[in-house]
């Protein structure tokens, strides 16, 4: 399978305890993105990175959010003291932009965030 | 502000039947893309087809066609000869720069749902 892969799927944890997710992008894409999606809504923007540059973050992203991407192929989403305001499902997604191109975004499956 | 609304919650429609799904849109950008998504209950995101602000067609991807009406701030999603397996959510998002970067906003979604 060559689409975007993100590790876990599932996560349950207690509150006040560190996670972090992993995604995986399609291998020649530059682009990475992180959104968020609670319940019955749309996802929402979080942060993206352009090969291994962070360029934005969302204010959605409070100083308990960190996201890396050390090597522009994989990156993580941390988030630290977790709180039950951040049960979500995290989707990653991940694009391929250059001259000419139109830039289309394709997602993973999500990790579906749980705090107790 | 880059807004996208999605006015129909749900929609229940008989197999083999043609279905529409609205979306409107509200930027003053000149340059912009739409998209439609598919959400089934694993959580995927699902790419199904793309307009940009500058093509003169509407999009057609197999079964899926985007009837594109610029003046009216409209990008509605029509599917042909509905099938079981089309039930999910969908996503009606538009590609927009905010804040210096690329993002896509996305609506609230239409939950569709066809009965054999």
Redesign the interface.
Known sequence: DTGVSQDPRHKITKRGQNVTFRCDPISEHNRLYWYRQTLGQGPEFLTYFQNEAQLEKSRLLSDRFSAERPKGSFSTLEIQRTEQGDSAMYLCASSLVGLGTNEKLFFGSGTQLSVL | AQK?TQTQPGMFVQEKEAVTLDCTYDTSDQSY?L?W?KQPS??????LI?Q?SYDEQNATEGRYSLNFQKARKSANLVISASQLGDSAMY?C?M?AI????????????TRLTINP
């Open positions: 996208i893309g998209f998504y694993s959580g995927e995101m699902i790419f793309y940009g996503f998002a590609r905010i804040q210096g970067a690329q993002k896509l906003v996305f609506g609230q979604g």
